[in-house]
């Protein structure tokens, strides 16, 4: 059944992915591109990656399709007419293609049980996690405990994501000018329902987003996924209310000091576990008993990893809105 | 219990393909977005019931998350268009 | 136990006809906005049959809110997406099909008029 199930969507994947190249309305693509991650975030469903899935339904299918929309709102909505001759590129994609395909021949056959994959760390995380970081979700305690370091750099990354888009696109400041909020308030004034509705649901996004935050230790979710379910709740305020009012709510300061906290929260519990004689994100020496100490040390990284991610995101859709805005009142 | 369960995923998958094919030939783009929209709602059905078949109902946290995301995705579409005036 | 099973099956059954045939609609149907017509059906009945069956499968536990929780939410986004839609379709001058006939009965006319005049 499994097999089916992921014969189909794969093939469904393929057509989109085989559909998307062709077509020249690049809003089209970006449809088709929501259409393409929730189906690769099913497979990751029925691979039983649930965590995965989790991201992947919510930066792929959500935020992603937010900002390819507001770039082309920047750019334009057709693609350019290529006048050279593709033939050079195809020969590359083929030959690339063929050395990966050859590339595979040599890996172990998919799913056997003796795959170097899990030889290697996986079976000390599934028999040791229990005890020694005492989580029931193990890809929470892998990914917080055992691969900290790992989770830190990635936090960074995101973070200087932030720096490059701020640098790019230029910080969106809060208006000052009530004329120009003005304009920008009569946007959706046309649909009513539409904000009646909004206002019923941001407050049920943001209470989920705190669920799937406080949950991640239990099942599927954590830092990551939080943060970015938490824009997700802001961005709908700023896309059915106008950009003007959600920088009243959180300006765009106050996100950039909330990225830098975020990232610091994370590399302060690792500073403190050092303090206490310990090695860096040793979280055994947050707490006299190890086990709670670990515990302590996930849930403060992890609200680390939301805070940054939940700044950084929004601040991004910030610097794109305001760009588009700006554009569209001249 | 697990054939009608089965039987209900793979028609979900069919509905899903439909709603595909309709936003890949679409004759204006608001079909497209319909499309798009009903793909996305069928998602949601299609998580939760592959969870019960499965038998982990903690999947359910993803359909919500699909729910979630989809309006959100549905309202950036129709901003959009009040930028930008729709062609075709 | 087993009545549940079977009321169970026969909601989801029934939830499976009514998205199948949103899904014909949205081939089948003339213009745009009768195909929203179609689509909004196996986003309100389709989803609750199918949601209410998976319901009466599930023992009143945590499930049980989650699930009630995406019906609730479905039950609220989904006919506001259809309405916003709609809504933009006609703010951007899509017609339905007898307005459109009608106005290539009016240009037609006019046309013919023109002619008549030369």
Do not use: W
């Not at chain 3, 003339?30 to 609750?48: G, K, N, Q």
């Not at chain 3, 309405?83 to 009965?105: D, I, P, V, Y």
Request: hydrophobic residues 55%.
């Amino acid at each position: 059944m499994a097999v089916l199930i992921d014969l189909v969507l794969l093939s469904m994947l393929a057509i989109t992915a085989l559909r998307v190249i062709f077509l020249k309305d690049l809003f089209a693509v970006v449809m088709l591109f929501g259409i393409y991650s929730l189906l690769s975030a099913l497979i990751f469903v029925n691979l039983d990656a649930v965590d995965v899935a989790f991201t992947e339904a919510a930066v792929g299918a959500g935020i992603s399709t937010v900002l390819m929309l507001s770039t082309l709102a920047l750019t334009g909505r057709t693609e350019k007419e290529n006048k050279r001759s593709s033939v050079l590129p195809l020969l590359v994609v083929i030959a690339t293609g063929a050395a990966l395909i050859y590339g595979t021949l040599d890996m172990p056959p998919f799913g056997a049980a003796d795959n170097p994959i899990h030889q290697h760390v996986a079976p000390r995380y599934i028999e040791e996690s229990p005890k020694e970081v005492g989580l029931p979700n193990l890809v929470t305690s892998v990914l917080a405990s055992y691969r900290g370091f790992d989770t830190f750099g990635e936090t960074v990354v995101v973070f200087s994501a932030m720096v490059g888009v701020l640098s790019l696109l230029g910080a969106a400041r809060r208006r000052e000018n009530s004329d120009d909020a003005a304009v920008i308030v009569a946007g959706f004034k046309g649909h009513k329902v539409l904000r009646v509705v909004a206002k019923l649901i941001i407050p049920l996004i943001i209470l989920f987003a705190l669920y799937v935050q406080f949950h991640g230790d239990f099942g599927p979710g954590g830092g990551f996924q939080a943060g970015v379910i938490a824009a997700a709740a802001f961005i709908l305020y700023a896309l059915v209310f106008s950009l003007s009012h959600a920088m009243q709510v959180v300006s765009p300061k106050f996100l950039q000091l909330l990225a830098s906290l975020g990232v610091l929260l994370y590399a302060s519990v690792g500073i403190y576990s050092m303090l206490k004689g310990g090695h860096f994100l040793d979280y055994n020496k947050l707490a006299a008993d190890p086990l709670v100490g670990q515990h302590f040390g996930i849930l403060i990284i992890e609200l680390g990893v939301g805070i940054a991610v939940f700044a950084v995101m929004l601040s991004i859709f910030y610097a794109f809105a305001h760009q588009v805005e700006r554009s569209t009142i001249k | 219990m697990t054939a009608v369960l089965a039987a209900v995923c793979i028609a979900i998958l069919v509905i899903m393909a439909l709603a595909l094919t309709r936003a890949m030939k679409a004759p204006t783009v608001y079909d497209r977005i319909l499309g798009v929209n009903m793909f996305g709602t069928k998602t949601v059905l299609f998580i939760a019931v592959v969870g019960y078949l499965m038998g982990r109902p903690e999947f359910l946290d993803i359909a919500i998350v699909y729910a979630l995301i989809n309006f959100i995705g549905m309202v950036a579409v129709l901003r959009y268009f009040e930028y930008t005036a729709p062609i075709d | 136990m087993l009545v549940l099973d079977i009321v169970s099956s026969i909601l989801l059954m029934t939830g499976i006809f009514f998205g199948f045939s949103g899904a014909v609609g949205l081939f089948r149907f003339p213009d745009f906005f009768t195909r929203v017509h179609a689509a909004s059906i196996t986003d309100s009945i389709a989803v609750i049959l199918i949601i209410a069956g998976l319901l009466l499968q599930t023992s009143f536990d945590l499930n049980t809110a989650k699930l009630m929780f995406i019906l609730m939410f479905l039950m609220i986004t989904s006919p506001t997406a259809s309405h916003a839609l709609a809504k933009s379709a006609r703010h951007g001058g899509l017609l339905t099909l007898g307005e459109s006939k009608q106005q290539q009965k009016q240009q037609k006319e006019q046309m013919q008029q023109q002619e008549a005049g030369q």
